[in-house]
Structures are given as structure tokens and as C-alpha cells.
């Protein structure tokens, strides 16, 4: 720019904000106002601005770290937009300070491309900016974390977003019950640095974490810090790239990909694990499988669920139980049909709540019940539930045999050990379980119950056995063939036989049903 601009004196300007007054009104030269004023001093504006949100980002609080973001982003922008008009100004005047107009006329060419440049920053900054403003005026994405310590005393609750102070609270009430060894997390997410922090307390204190329900995002950042951790057969635990708030899109930024990666290092996750995770869109989610979860080492176990005392925690007198058995038709059917035995499930239910028991120790207790009375009842029902329930039986058993073969043996050889049955199959069909029960239970009459002769017995078991091998025979009519074969043998011989009693023709099934549940 020319040399001859340089030798004009300029109006005199005084005072503390003479330097901002004269680049305001153009009278610096041209050279100096676009590259030193312009260029210079906003680019500096922008480089101080990054730092400061980088800084406050990882220091600060949310809600003042979010204040101070839109004032730097505002400052800086009135920054740019003062310096733009100062040289736009020292553009129209250079001609007259003899300037060559070329130059002139570049810079201000350049000038409007920048202010087009920055509109555009600013309506890709502007979803930014507003969840920074909503954070900045108190309002968080979701409810805030609820802590609920479970009866026993061994483990916690904590539900609901992962927000500003979420980790304090865990902290706090991990004081008030040095006894906790558990965390159970039934969150949908929250923000990541509150995530790491809930996770510096897990691992500080060498907890378990345990899901029942959900988990997902940052909630999962909390969940592997967990020395083991387990989930319920149906419980999701989701997973996606992170993103900070006013990260900047839907994609996780190569500083919050690294961070995220050294996590599940820490935990000990698999690397194919950890690029499908990366590579999920923060809009979107992943819900591994359990086998991918256990393969990937992001779950150390594997669980058959009910490993908290939820159930007892909930209901705290007898009468609470009462109410809430007695919503299900079933045990509405049974209260009033049988109120002995209604009562015989809820006295030993309540009596595992009071011991702050498990759910699956709450559970077992209640089918102990159970069991000897649907075995009573059954052969006392009509020949369309008969024929209803053992179908049912049949699609249970398939899905057992394919989700936990160990279960669907104790389901149909009950010995005692805890599992959790309504865990792994679909609601659907335990809501069709639960139909059938309550049907089984007002048809009941005794005058159907005919004791039948051994030699009957014999040939429905007969029939039922026919396409079984000699093996699966053995596995199913023998308890020490039982116990030397697999899970997967002894659930696919049961399998066998209940498929066989539907080959009975169906106007002789109701018969055969009756006969074999009566023997």
C-alpha cells in the first residue's frame, strides 16, 4: 500500500481510548489498520478466546464456564466487527490520503468476504451458543441425579442425568454408608466431565457398578470405572462419540475421541470395541449385545439379574406388597380364589424384603410359593388352558435354550438356585405367563383331577418321547444323566419332549396334558 499515505498527518487523538477512536474512524493507514488492527489483533481475539473456553471448559463450573464462553465469543466478535469497520473507514480515505485506490478497493472486497465468513461462523455457532445459554440460565438437558440407597446398605442407586454436582452427591452419600459396595446406574447420560468425575469416585473407592434398567453416554464413562461390572440380561447400555456442550456438531472432536479412547483403555475394553463406539454418531447410540460386551471385557460377568434390593427398597410394608402383587391379574385372581395361598407367597416375599434381600432372593422365595400351588391347580383347569400353557411352555423353553440353557434346567428341574426367569424372556410372553396363571386359577376345579394309573403315565410319556434320541431319554428321565450333561443337552432334551406332547392329536392333548401333570 502506498508509501505517500504514510507521510499525511493524522487528526490528533488523546486519551485512554484514543487508539480505539482513531482505528474507529479510519485515520490509522491503510497497511496498518488491516493487517495490525484487523488481522492481527483479531486473530488474537479468536487464539484468547479458544484458550479461555479450553481453559474454563476443563476448570470451571458449568453454568459459570458457559457464561464466560458467550462473553469471550461476544467480545471477540464485536472485536472483529470494530476492527472491520475501523479499516473499512481507512479503505474510503485512502484515495484521498493518496492511496492507491486498487488497494482500496482489495481490502474492501476482503473486508465484506470476511464479514461473510463470520455470518457464517455464526450461524454454525449458534446451536453452540444456545446450549451454552441454557446452561447459563440454570436449565440442564433431563432430570437431575436422583441417590437412593438400597435396603442392606450394599448398594446405591444413582438415577436420573449426570449434571453439574452429580459426583459430589455420590460422594456424599458414600460417607453417610461406608458399607456400599455397589453402584447401580439407571441414567440416560449428561455431560462427560461429570461422567469422569463419578468415575474418579468409583474407582477411588474400588466399587462395583452394576445396570439394571439403562445406561447410556455419559453414564457408561461412570459404569466402567466399576472393578466388576455386571448387567441385567435385559438391561441396554448405550454407547456413541462424545461431544462436550458447544463441542462443535454432532462428531466427537479428535480432543474428546482421545479422552473417550483412554477411558475404556483404563478399563480394559477391547480395541474393536472402542472404534465401533468412536465411529457411532453422537446423534445416534449403540446397544451392544451382553456376549459383545463380555467379549469386549466392558462387562466382567455375566449376570442373571435382581442383584440389588430394589423390590425391598420400594415397598416398605406388607400391605404395599399386597397392593402391588394384587395389580397383576394373576395374584388379584389368587387373593380371591385362594387367599391362603395369596398370603403363604406374600408372608415369604415380605420376610426376604424385611432381611433387605436381593430381588432375585425376593423372588425365589415368592415362586417357592408359587410352584406347588400352579402344580396343584393345573390339572384342575379346562382342556384349552392345558393345551394354551404347554405351548406357551414350549416358546419359553426355546428361548432359554438359545439366551441361558442353565436357567431354562432349573425352570424345568427346580432345585433352588437363584435365578431369574422373567429376566430373559420377552415381556410379551411374560405377560402371557401371567394371563394364563390367572385363567389356570379361576377354572380351577377339583372335580377335573383324576388320579391316573402309572401305566397311562407311562404311555403319554411314551408318545411325547418319540422323537427323542436314547441320550436325551436318559438326560431327561435320569437325575445322574442330568448332572453329567450339559445345560444344553439337558434344555434341549426337555425341549424335545414338550414338542412331542403337541404332536399328540388335539383332541387327546387336553387328556395327556391332565395326565402328565397330575403324575
Same mark, same amino acid.
Given at each position: 500500500?502506498?508509501?505517500?499515505?504514510?507521510?499525511?498527518?493524522?487528526?490528533?487523538?488523546?486519551?485512554?481510548?484514543?487508539?480505539?477512536?482513531?482505528?474507529?474512524?479510519?485515520?490509522?493507514?491503510?497497511?496498518?489498520?488491516?493487517?495490525?488492527?484487523?488481522?492481527?489483533?483479531?486473530?488474537?481475539?479468536? @487464539?484468547?478466546?479458544?484458550?479461555?473456553?479450553?481453559? $474454563?471448559?476443563?476448570?470451571?463450573?458449568?453454568?459459570?464456564?458457559?457464561?464466560?464462553?458467550? %462473553?469471550?465469543?461476544?467480545?471477540?466478535?464485536?472485536?472483529?466487527?470494530?476492527?472491520?469497520?475501523? *479499516?473499512?473507514?481507512?479503505?474510503?480515505?485512502?484515495?484521498?490520503?493518496? =492511496?492507491?485506490?486498487?488497494?482500496?478497493?482489495?481490502?474492501?472486497?476482503? $473486508?465484506?468476504?470476511?464479514?461473510?465468513?463470520?455470518?457464517?461462523?455464526?450461524?454454525?455457532?449458534?446451536?453452540?451458543?444456545?446450549?451454552?445459554?441454557?446452561?447459563?440460565? =440454570?436449565?440442564?438437558?433431563?432430570?437431575?441425579?436422583?441417590?437412593? @440407597?438400597?435396603?442392606?446398605? &450394599?448398594?446405591?442407586?444413582?438415577?436420573?442425568?449426570?449434571?453439574? =454436582?452429580?459426583?459430589?452427591?455420590?460422594?456424599?452419600?458414600?460417607?453417610?454408608?461406608?458399607?456400599?459396595?455397589?453402584?447401580?446406574?439407571?441414567?440416560?447420560?449428561?455431560? +462427560?466431565?461429570?461422567?469422569?468425575?463419578?468415575?474418579?469416585?468409583?474407582?477411588?473407592?474400588?466399587?462395583?457398578?452394576?445396570?439394571?434398567?439403562?445406561?447410556?453416554?455419559?453414564?457408561?464413562?461412570?459404569?466402567? %470405572?466399576?472393578?466388576?461390572?455386571?448387567?441385567?440380561?435385559?438391561?441396554?447400555?448405550?454407547?456413541? #462419540?462424545?461431544?462436550?456442550?458447544?463441542?462443535?456438531?454432532?462428531?466427537?472432536?479428535?480432543?474428546?475421541?482421545?479422552?473417550?479412547?483412554?477411558?475404556?483403555?483404563?478399563?480394559?475394553?477391547?480395541?474393536?470395541?472402542?472404534?465401533?463406539?468412536?465411529?457411532?454418531?453422537?446423534?445416534?447410540?449403540?446397544?451392544?449385545?451382553?456376549?459383545?460386551?463380555?467379549?469386549?471385557?466392558?462387562?466382567?460377568?455375566?449376570? +442373571?439379574?435382581?442383584?440389588?434390593?430394589?423390590?425391598?427398597?420400594?415397598?416398605?410394608?406388607?400391605?404395599?406388597?399386597?397392593?402391588?402383587?394384587? &395389580?397383576?391379574?394373576?395374584?388379584?385372581?389368587?387373593?380371591?380364589?385362594?387367599? &391362603?395361598?395369596?398370603?403363604?407367597? /406374600?408372608?415369604?416375599?415380605?420376610?426376604?424384603?424385611?432381611?433387605?434381600? *436381593?430381588?432375585?432372593?425376593?423372588?425365589? #422365595?415368592?415362586?417357592? &410359593?408359587?410352584?406347588?400351588?400352579?402344580?396343584?391347580?393345573?390339572?384342575?383347569?379346562?382342556?384349552?388352558?392345558?393345551?394354551?400353557?404347554?405351548?406357551? @411352555?414350549?416358546?419359553?423353553?426355546?428361548?432359554?435354550?438359545?439366551?441361558?440353557?442353565?436357567?431354562?434346567?432349573?425352570?424345568?428341574?427346580?432345585?433352588?438356585?437363584?435365578?431369574? /426367569?422373567?429376566? $430373559?424372556?420377552?415381556?410379551?410372553?411374560?405377560?402371557?405367563?401371567?394371563?394364563?396363571?390367572?385363567?389356570?386359577?379361576?377354572?380351577?376345579?377339583?372335580?377335573?383331577?383324576?388320579?391316573?394309573?402309572?401305566?397311562?403315565?407311562?404311555?403319554?410319556?411314551?408318545?411325547?418321547?418319540?422323537?427323542?434320541?436314547?441320550?436325551?431319554?436318559?438326560?431327561?428321565?435320569?437325575?445322574?444323566?442330568?448332572?453329567?450333561?450339559?445345560?444344553?443337552?439337558?434344555?434341549?432334551?426337555?425341549?424335545?419332549?414338550?414338542?412331542? /406332547?403337541?404332536? +399328540?392329536?388335539?383332541?387327546?392333548?387336553?387328556?395327556?396334558?391332565?395326565?402328565?401333570?397330575?403324575?
Amino acid at each position: 500500500m502506498d508509501s505517500i499515505e504514510q507521510s499525511l498527518p493524522a487528526p490528533a487523538y488523546t486519551g485512554p481510548f484514543a487508539f480505539f477512536r482513531r482505528h474507529w474512524n479510519g485515520d490509522y493507514p491503510l497497511g496498518r489498520s488491516y493487517w495490525v488492527n484487523n488481522v492481527l489483533l483479531s486473530l488474537g481475539a479468536v @487464539l484468547l478466546g479458544l484458550m479461555v473456553v479450553r481453559w $474454563l471448559s476443563d476448570r470451571a463450573q458449568y453454568r459459570y464456564s458457559s457464561i464466560a464462553i458467550m %462473553a469471550t465469543m461476544v467480545l471477540a466478535y464485536t472485536c472483529s466487527l470494530w476492527a472491520m469497520r475501523g *479499516t473499512w473507514m481507512s479503505a474510503s480515505k485512502h484515495t484521498s490520503r493518496g =492511496g492507491h485506490r486498487g488497494w482500496a478497493i482489495t481490502a474492501q472486497v476482503m $473486508l465484506c468476504l470476511g464479514l461473510v465468513k463470520a455470518a457464517v461462523d455464526v450461524r454454525q455457532l449458534w446451536p453452540q451458543m444456545k446450549e451454552h445459554w441454557q446452561i447459563a440460565t =440454570g436449565e440442564v438437558f433431563g432430570s437431575n441425579a436422583r441417590i437412593e @440407597l438400597r435396603a442392606g446398605g &450394599q448398594s446405591l442407586l444413582l438415577a436420573g442425568g449426570i449434571h453439574e =454436582g452429580s459426583a459430589e452427591q455420590l460422594e456424599a452419600a458414600l460417607r453417610a454408608n461406608p458399607g456400599v459396595r455397589t453402584v447401580v446406574f439407571s441414567s440416560p447420560g449428561g455431560w +462427560i466431565r461429570e461422567g469422569e468425575r463419578l468415575a474418579d469416585v468409583v474407582r477411588s473407592r474400588g466399587l462395583n457398578t452394576y445396570v439394571e434398567g439403562g445406561c447410556a453416554s455419559a453414564c457408561t464413562i461412570a459404569f466402567l %470405572a466399576g472393578k466388576d461390572r455386571a448387567a441385567a440380561p435385559n438391561a441396554r447400555i448405550g454407547f456413541h #462419540a462424545g461431544r462436550r456442550v458447544g463441542g462443535g456438531g454432532p462428531s466427537a472432536s479428535a480432543r474428546d475421541a482421545d479422552e473417550l479412547r483412554a477411558v475404556y483403555r483404563r478399563a480394559g475394553v477391547e480395541g474393536a470395541f472402542v472404534t465401533r463406539v468412536l465411529s457411532t454418531p453422537y446423534e445416534g447410540m449403540w446397544f451392544p449385545t451382553v456376549d459383545e460386551m463380555l467379549a469386549a471385557k466392558v462387562l466382567t460377568r455375566r449376570s +442373571i439379574g435382581g442383584e440389588t434390593a430394589a423390590m425391598a427398597t420400594a415397598f416398605k410394608s406388607r400391605e404395599a406388597w399386597a397392593a402391588t402383587l394384587k &395389580q397383576t391379574e394373576a395374584f388379584a385372581a389368587l387373593e380371591e380364589r385362594a387367599p &391362603q395361598d395369596f398370603a403363604r407367597i /406374600l408372608d415369604a416375599a415380605w420376610a426376604k424384603a424385611q432381611a433387605g434381600a *436381593t430381588d432375585t432372593e425376593v423372588s425365589m #422365595a415368592a415362586r417357592a &410359593q408359587v410352584t406347588p400351588i400352579v402344580s396343584r391347580l393345573l390339572p384342575q383347569t379346562s382342556d384349552a388352558t392345558l393345551i394354551a400353557y404347554h405351548q406357551l @411352555l414350549v416358546k419359553e423353553f426355546e428361548v432359554l435354550l438359545e439366551k441361558d440353557p442353565a436357567v431354562c434346567v432349573e425352570a424345568a428341574f427346580p432345585t433352588g438356585k437363584p435365578v431369574n /426367569l422373567m429376566s $430373559l424372556l420377552p415381556k410379551e410372553m411374560v405377560a402371557e405367563e401371567l394371563r394364563l396363571l390367572a385363567q389356570v386359577i379361576r377354572e380351577a376345579d377339583p372335580k377335573r383331577v383324576k388320579r391316573p394309573a402309572q401305566s397311562e403315565l407311562a404311555l403319554v410319556a411314551g408318545r411325547a418321547a418319540r422323537k427323542m434320541t436314547d441320550q436325551q431319554r436318559d438326560i431327561f428321565a435320569d437325575e445322574t444323566s442330568r448332572a453329567k450333561a450339559s445345560p444344553a443337552a439337558v434344555c434341549g432334551a426337555t425341549l424335545v419332549f414338550f414338542k412331542g /406332547l403337541g404332536d +399328540i392329536p388335539l383332541a387327546e392333548r387336553g387328556r395327556g396334558l391332565r395326565v402328565l401333570f397330575s403324575g
